[in-house]
């Protein structure tokens, strides 16, 4: 498997534009997760999805952020309108909850994709 | 509320040496630990992955342990390299799916 792929990776944007992020998961994983990562807050979960369902979005930081997974292989996290402070590197990872009973939990991240909003 | 503590931030030595980093946390209660590399610019790669039944699990020059009781975590290397220079995060699993991250120790090998 070539693991957890995301594009961009790099992204250079003026103030109010759409940013849409991708990533596609490793096959037959059924948890992805999206992480911000700044120098100030170090990694910030953002959402998690289990079996392509939000679990958890606590983490966006404002409507501004949303993100789907629409299948099994694939998500978006999109930033609309972007803002300068939007700024940081932005991570998926995913892991196999099916091993639960093992506690085999272990969590695969992408490259990341570099945003700067100027 | 659970916190993670990785001391020091920022470790130089000199090639060859062994070294520990440390990683805390305050909450016992958790599924496992898992010690993560990266490189400037790059992504997080997983290095080692304790369960909470385990007290330690060894990849090539990397040995990793857990004391749940302490709430501690030691990352030892072994025979350190310049390639081995990295920042290094721990971030314990406090449910399913939840992953609770140290700020990371920034790690220099001089050769």
């Known amino acids: 498997d070539a693991g957890v792929i995301q594009s961009p990776r790099h992204e250079v944007t003026e103030m109010g534009q759409e940013v849409t992020l991708r990533c596609k998961p490793i096959?037959?994983?059924?948890?992805l997760f999206w992480y911000r990562q700044t120098m100030m807050r170090g990694l910030e979960l953002l959402i998690y999805?289990?079996?392509?369902?939000?679990?958890?979005d606590s983490g966006m930081p404002e409507d501004r952020f949303s993100a789907k997974m629409p299948n099994a292989s694939f998500s978006t996290l999109k930033i609309q309108p972007s803002e300068p402070r939007d700024s940081a590197v932005y991570f998926c990872?995913?892991?196999?909850?099916?091993?639960?009973?093992?506690?085999?939990?272990?969590?695969?991240f992408g490259q990341g994709t570099r945003l700067t909003v100027v | 509320k659970q916190e993670v503590t990785q001391i020091p931030a920022a470790l130089s030595v000199p090639e060859g040496e062994n070294l520990v980093l440390n990683c805390s946390f305050t909450?016992?209660?958790?599924?496992?630990l898992q010690w993560f590399r990266q490189d400037p610019g790059k992504g997080l790669t997983s290095l080692l992955l304790?369960?909470?039944s385990q007290r330690e699990q060894t990849s090539g020059r990397l040995n990793a342990s857990l004391d749940k009781s302490s709430g501690r975590s030691t990352l030892y290397i072994a025979a350190s390299q310049p390639g081995d220079s990295a920042t290094y995060l721990c971030?314990?699993?406090?449910?399913?799916?939840?992953?609770?991250w140290g700020a990371g120790t920034k790690l220099i090998i001089k050769p």
């Open positions: 304790i369960q909470s």
């Open positions: 999805f289990n079996n392509n369902v939000p679990i958890d």
């Open positions: 909450d016992s209660a958790i599924y496992n």
């Open positions: 096959s037959g994983h059924n948890s």
């Open positions: 971030a314990v699993r406090r449910s399913n799916y939840q992953l609770i």
């Open positions: 990872a995913s892991s196999s909850l099916r091993d639960r009973g093992t506690g085999n939990t272990e969590a695969f």
